[in-house]
């Protein structure tokens, strides 16, 4: 009744529990297990029950879930300790989905019947003849503020099961839980375009959109020729959570966090495809998160090695319009690009009679946006960035944008990452204490009028040039395809931007005086591999191929693999949404494989590869997505 352990995680389980590691006890989930089975191998629980954590579930132990598609929601009650985490992993490797497709909170319907055949323990829930529908007491739609009052272990009568709208709920009851190696997803997303119903070609978007002037809520709402869930991959709650290693897909937000929760981080984790189109915008994020409460309660949230990709709208979005805070980010080692890449394959493939060619034009898609009203205080080490557009002058995209909405209160630290993207790479605004170091920055088509720079900076009257001096800049590379490099500052009363020449930035402001500053993009190739601390042989390696080359190589030598160990390299974009249990490459097309050799530790990668010249589409989408090759690529180095 054992099953592989990472040698990480038990170094660090016997290095934080002495001797708790001896006691912890190992349970198993299955798709065909039952709320009364013991929890063994072979007599395993559903997953509902293991995630109500009641007896015999102790911090300490793991929950080892079998393969298969489990149909949610699910929601996690799962207490631990800090220096006993319970750990919620998927066994031996196997594809575990969670998918919370059926994440409807709609009391005149029942879930269907294959939700309801994955969970005979539940009251039956069944049409009474009048157009309403008689449920069990199991079947429940919870508001935010009540859904600890649902914990099974401290109130038994309660529901087991809550009609979330995530793949994976975890409650601010549920602490000092790892989630590892889970795959979350919405597969029922429709059309994912959302089109108003009186939208036609005689009445075509956006003139169905705005009625004297006003924008029509369908407008910017889902209806009936939308996905119907909507649901996203997982919410966050709780202090002390990990989601280490996990695949979230395909959800409206594919992670929600917007809590305050102490001491948590998603860890090496992928998140794409979240989103759906509107005739007006792309919507849904890789990421929407804040500190939601207006309290001083301290709280970090952390994105480590986490990939964001093609999501509708924006990759990491922590923002705020109202009292909450975005406060004590981090983001290290984090890969986002192509982000809004969905959105603009709609609006290409789009009937133009319902969409005129004059509305078709695109999705920001910022790679990292941070906002808040009541600032921003964040931290930025080896982050990575790309944008397919970076030649196209009709195309919009900014890899970091900072924003104090007016109030320079912000405080944030940018080290040793790459920023690309056309206009202004990295637009920072009210920011009062700054420090950009080591970075690399590329601009694609940057227009002169209005003038955009490499960077820009933007504040309101006097503000900007008040915190200059809280600035720390030095030692970036900036770039950009064509003209000479500018940086746009605003540091007066005045309206409009001044684009100065680099020469300028640095004799003016004193900034970068050990950086550097080119015309074109970058001539020799870029490649970053970052480790994975919690699975030996496991890695990212981003390519950044300036040099056009059909392959590229990447030295394995940190990566924990051993000799003779056989490895595969996976094209992430290529990403098997087709929920087959079975396919042990799910992860994408295989782009490099070998065995390593400590005296020989290099792969050779494809970056041309013709299958590999289109992205997977998200669920439901009927049109393909451009991959980001041959010019920049993401891969999943698994040791076999």
Known sequence: MSAKRSPVLLLLLLLLAGPWAASA????????????????????????RALNGTA????????????????????????????????????DNERVLLDSQYAQCNPSKCP????????????????????????????????????????????????????????????????????WGLEMLSA?????????????ASNPAPGCCWVNGVMQPECESTNDIVARSYGGAIDINGDNIRVINCFLHDGGVNISWFNQSENSEVYGSFSFNGGWSSALRGHGHGTYTQNIDCTDRPSQKAFRETVFFHAFDLGAMAFSGGCGPVQNYLYEGVVTFNNAA??????????????????????????????????TRATLRNVYTFNNELEDPMRYSTAIRVDGAGRPVSELSVENSVFTGTYSPVALYDIAMLRFVGNKVVAGVLPDDPPYGVISFYAPGEHMTAHFPNYLIDQ????????????????????????????????????DQGGTAATGLPTTNWVYVRPNAYEAGRAHVVVYNWEDMASVSAD?????????????????QSFKSDLDVNNPD?????????????????????????VDAVATSPIGAPYTVPSSLPRFGLFLVLGQ
């Open 342 to 375: 969905p959105h603009n394959a709609f609006l290409a493939n789009a009937d133009h009679a319902v969409f005129p060619t004059w509305l078709n034009g695109h999705g920001y898609g910022e790679a990292v946006y941070l906002g808040s009203r009541l600032g």
């Open 586 to 610: 799910y992860y994408g097309n295989v782009v490099g494989s070998g065995t390593f050799s400590a005296s020989s530790p290099t792969v050779s990668i494809a970056m041309k590869n013709p």
């Open 556 to 572: 394995l030598s940190n990566i924990g693999l051993n000799d003779g160990q056989a490895f595969k390299v996976y094209n992430v």
């Open 476 to 511: 970036n590379s900036y770039y950009r395809y064509a003209g000479p490099v500018k940086m746009a500052v605003r540091n007066s009363t005045a309206s409009t931007d001044t684009a100065v020449p680099f020469a300028t930035w640095q004799s003016s402001y004193g900034w």
């Open 188 to 200: 029922e997303n429709g059309g994912r375009i959302s089109i108003p119903p009186g939208c036609s």
């Open 112 to 179: 269907p019947s294959q939700w309801q055949a994955q969970n005979p323990w539940l009251p039956a829930c069944v049409p009474d003849g009048n157009g309403n529908v008689v449920q069990g007491a199991n079947y429940q739609c919870n508001s935010f503020a009540a859904r600890c009052s649902l914990d099974p272990a401290t109130n038994p009568s309660a529901s087991h099961f809550s009609l979330a709208r995530y793949a994976l709920d975890i409650q601010e009851c549920s602490h000092d839980v790892w989630f």
């Open 56 to 91: 015999p579930i102790v911090p300490g132990d793991t929950i080892w879930v079998r393969g298969g598609v489990y149909l949610g929601p699910f929601t996690s009650y799962l207490k631990g300790t800090s220096a006993q985490p319970i750990v919620v992993r998927n066994y």
């Open 25 to 48: 006890a190992d349970y198993f989930v299955a798709t065909t297990g039952t709320p009364t089975a013991s929890g063994t191998i072979g007599n395993p629980w559903n997953l509902q």
